[in-house]
Each structure stands twice: as C-alpha cells, then as structure tokens.
C-alpha cells in the first residue's frame, strides 16, 4: 500500500430518523450506530428503504425527522459536498472523455489540492490499476471499472464511503473476486464502509455487520454468522438463507427447553435459543442441518425425528442436493446433503423420516405472514 494511505474512518449515528414521501413511509424512526472503522451492510428486498438510508447519509435526500451524525457531528442539515463522505454506485459513473488517472484526480482538481498527481496514482495502486492510468473507462472491463470508481472515491479520503449496490452489475465470478479485493481494502485504507445490497451472500461475506431491513425498520443486526444461526424473526429466518419452520401450540416445557406438536410430531428448541416459550410459536431449522433416512432412526434424546414422508423432488446444484420431503400433517421440508461423492440411495416417492439435533432449533418472536396468533 502506499504510504499515507490509511485514513481514519468515522462513526455513523442515525438517531430516529424518519423519512416519509407521498403515500408512504420509507423509514420508519430508525436508529443505528455504525462504530468507526467498520464494514457494515445493509440488506434487505427492493423498497425496504436501504438505499433511502445511504442516500440521507449522502446529503441527497432529507430526513423527515431524525439526525445523522458523522464522528459525533451533526450533518443533518449539511450540504453533499460538505460532508466528509464519498459514494460508488453500481453505475460507476466514470467521465468518458477522461483517462483512468483523470477521472480520479478530478476531485481532488476541483478543491485545488496541490500534490493531486501523487495522491492520485497512490489510489490507483491501491486498486492495483497503476498500468491502466491512461485508458479511457470504456476501454476497461467492468470489474476494473469498479476498481476504477472505488479509487475515486477513497483518493479524496472520506470518513465514510458509502456503496450502493456496488457490484450489482458484475457476473458471478468477478462479483464473488471483487468482494474479496472490496474487503481487504477496507481492511487497508481502515474506512467506515456502509454496503447497501439485498444480495445476502454478498452482505454475509464481507460485512462484520449486517442489519436486516424490513418495511422501513431494521428487523435484526449483528454478525453475519449470528444472525443466520439465529434468526428471530420469520422474515430474517427466509431472507437470509433458506429455513423450514413449524407451527405449533407449546405442548410441554421445562426449564431449559419448549416443545410444540405438529402433525403427531413433537418439535423442541433450547428455551435459550427460542424468543417466545407460551402459545403458538415457530420453530425453525436450516436445511443443512437436517438429515433424513430411509427407515426410522432410533437417535439419542437430543435428536427430533420427524415423519415419514415422500420425497417429491430433488436437485443438483454442484456442492449438494437439494432435497423436498412432504410429510403428511406437517408440511413440506427441505434438506441439503452435501456433495461428497457419494450419491444417496433415494429415489423421487422414496418413503423417508427427517432429522436433527435439538441444539440446531430456533424459535422466533412471530409467526410467518398468513399464519394465525393463537
């Protein structure tokens, strides 16, 4: 890297923040705090008001109510180019009739920086592009376009760089090698990054944080990993990732856990990993947690078993099969058996129970949409 490159990065804070446009709300009295530093993701469905988010942050839209403070100052009132934050969208929006090393220095021109040439090609090497400086954009492919407009926006050392679906027009594979270079340079310069994307994977692979936003409200935040091994929401549990969940009156409890009946099946979660232990509750599994056999296991008391079923359909996506087992009474689940070269000795209308351990349930605090409360 080179030297000088590493800036200090800036605490974001949105203190009940509200947005509303004619006939609805787009955010609805948000509160978050960003700490300094870190890479952070916001993720959620088309219209759940992510990007109104990063745009009221940019300075490109104003709040209805609320304040946005960047280090502790109050922005909310203050002009995009007097803010210390600087955004790549996923048009990248390169000057066409400028080079690669014009396109980044033009900022840095425009508020008469005096060594602009140096800073300039710093941030070029930075996105390891220092060979492309006198391409034109249209003559680079879209990844190094990408790099192209995120060394624009770092050279002018921004606190906060916020990114909008950064990498949204990219194939699989450079989208999947860009997040990498995105987080290691991250890492580097030491910036706070807001990544605005409704691409789970993408959020799950590179944020230290990600806040699931739904109908204007944040539904859940935290690591990655935390919020897939526990969702507590049904909304989180099926956007970020697949889940089966069940649906059921609590039946039997005891200090440490809650189990419900579904279908003649008893279904138990930790009390620790359930937000609700009374009434109707769901309770869910990942796929791949789950196994399935083809007559009925006798499994320690720390497994739930449930079934039979048919299997009624199966798919191959390269690193598993996909399986969908409809047991009478209770529903359709899903299972993933992982690709180990070894095929499983199951067949369409295959006659199977599922299974898995207890410690793998999750309860959450509601119900899925079109689901009666008890």
Same mark, same amino acid.
């Given at each position: 890297?080179?030297?000088?490159?590493?800036?200090?990065?800036? /605490? @974001? +804070?949105?203190?009940?923040?509200?947005?509303?446009?004619?006939?609805?709300?787009?955010?609805?009295?948000?509160?978050?705090?960003?700490?300094?530093?870190?890479?952070?993701?916001?993720? %959620?469905?088309?219209?759940?008001?992510?990007?109104?988010?990063?745009?009221? =942050?940019?300075?490109?839209?104003?709040?209805?109510?609320?304040?946005?403070?960047?280090?502790?100052?109050?922005?909310?009132?203050?002009?995009?180019?007097?803010?210390? #934050?600087?955004?790549?969208?996923?048009?990248?929006?390169?000057?066409?009739?400028?080079? #690669?090393?014009?396109?980044?220095?033009?900022?840095?021109?425009?508020?008469?920086?005096?060594?602009?040439?140096?800073?300039?090609?710093?941030?070029?090497?930075?996105?390891?592009?220092?060979?492309?400086?006198?391409?034109?954009?249209? !003559?680079?492919?879209?990844?190094?376009?990408? $790099? =192209?407009? @995120?060394?624009?926006?770092?050279?002018?050392?921004?606190? @906060?760089?916020?990114?909008?679906?950064?990498? %949204?027009?990219?194939?699989?594979?450079?989208?999947?090698?860009?997040?990498?270079?995105?987080?290691?340079?991250?890492?580097?310069?030491?910036?706070?990054?807001?990544?605005?994307?409704?691409?789970?994977?993408?959020?799950?692979?590179?944020?230290?944080?990600?806040?699931?936003?739904?109908?204007?409200?944040?539904? !859940?935040?935290?690591?990655?990993? =935390?919020?897939?091994?526990?969702?507590?929401?049904?909304?989180?549990?099926?956007?970020?990732?697949?889940?089966?969940?069940?649906?059921?009156?609590?039946?039997?409890?005891?200090?440490?856990?809650?189990?419900?009946?579904?279908? *003649?099946?008893?279904?138990?979660?930790?009390?620790?990993?359930? +937000?609700?232990?009374? *009434?109707?509750?769901?309770?869910?599994?990942?796929?791949?947690?789950? /196994?399935?056999?083809?007559?009925?296991?006798?499994?320690?008391?720390?497994?739930? #078993?449930?079934?039979?079923?048919?299997?009624?359909?199966? $798919?191959?996506?390269?690193?598993?099969? !996909?399986?969908?087992?409809?047991?009478?009474?209770?529903?359709?689940?899903?299972?993933?058996? !992982?690709?180990?070269?070894?095929?499983?000795?199951?067949?369409? *209308?295959?006659?199977?129970? =599922?299974?898995?351990?207890?410690?793998?349930?999750?309860?959450?605090?509601?119900?899925? /949409?079109?689901?009666?409360?008890?």
């Amino acid at each position: 890297m080179a030297e000088n490159t590493k800036v200090a990065g800036a /605490d @974001l +804070e949105l203190i009940d923040v509200r947005k509303d446009f004619p006939g609805f709300t787009a955010l609805d009295d948000m509160d978050l705090h960003i700490p300094a530093g870190q890479f952070f993701a916001l993720l %959620g469905p088309s219209g759940c008001g992510k990007t109104t988010t990063l745009r009221i =942050v940019a300075g490109l839209e104003t709040p209805t109510q609320g304040q946005v403070l960047i280090g502790g100052k109050d922005i909310t009132n203050s002009k995009p180019h007097e803010r210390p #934050v600087n955004t790549v969208f996923q048009s990248y929006a390169l000057f066409p009739h400028m080079t #690669v090393l014009e396109n980044i220095e033009f900022g840095l021109r425009q508020r008469k920086i005096s060594d602009y040439q140096k800073l300039a090609k710093d941030a070029l090497s930075l996105v390891e592009l220092s060979h492309l400086g006198e391409r034109r954009p249209q !003559q680079l492919s879209g990844g190094q376009q990408q $790099r =192209v407009a @995120l060394a624009r926006a770092l050279v002018n050392r921004p606190s @906060l760089l916020l990114l909008d679906e950064p990498l %949204g027009a990219l194939d699989l594979k450079l989208r999947r090698q860009m997040q990498i270079e995105l987080k290691a340079i991250q890492l580097e310069v030491g910036l706070t990054f807001l990544h605005v994307t409704h691409d789970q994977e993408e959020a799950m692979d590179m944020a230290d944080i990600v806040a699931v936003m739904n109908k204007g409200r944040i539904e !859940q935040m935290g690591a990655p990993e =935390v919020l897939y091994d526990r969702p507590k929401t049904a909304f989180v549990s099926k956007f970020l990732g697949q889940s089966n969940l069940f649906i059921g009156e609590v039946v039997e409890k005891n200090p440490t856990s809650v189990s419900i009946e579904v279908g *003649g099946n008893k279904i138990t979660v930790a009390k620790k990993r359930a +937000e609700k232990h009374t *009434g109707k509750i769901a309770i869910g599994v990942r796929p791949e947690k789950v /196994d399935f056999h083809e007559s009925k296991p006798r499994l320690s008391a720390d497994h739930i #078993v449930v079934g039979p079923g048919e299997i009624i359909d199966i $798919r191959f996506t390269g690193v598993s099969n !996909q399986y969908l087992i409809d047991i009478p009474n209770v529903g359709q689940v899903t299972v993933f058996a !992982q690709n180990i070269g070894k095929s499983p000795e199951t067949e369409l *209308g295959a006659k199977v129970w =599922v299974s898995w351990k207890i410690e793998h349930s999750y309860g959450l605090a509601d119900l899925p /949409d079109g689901t009666e409360e008890a």
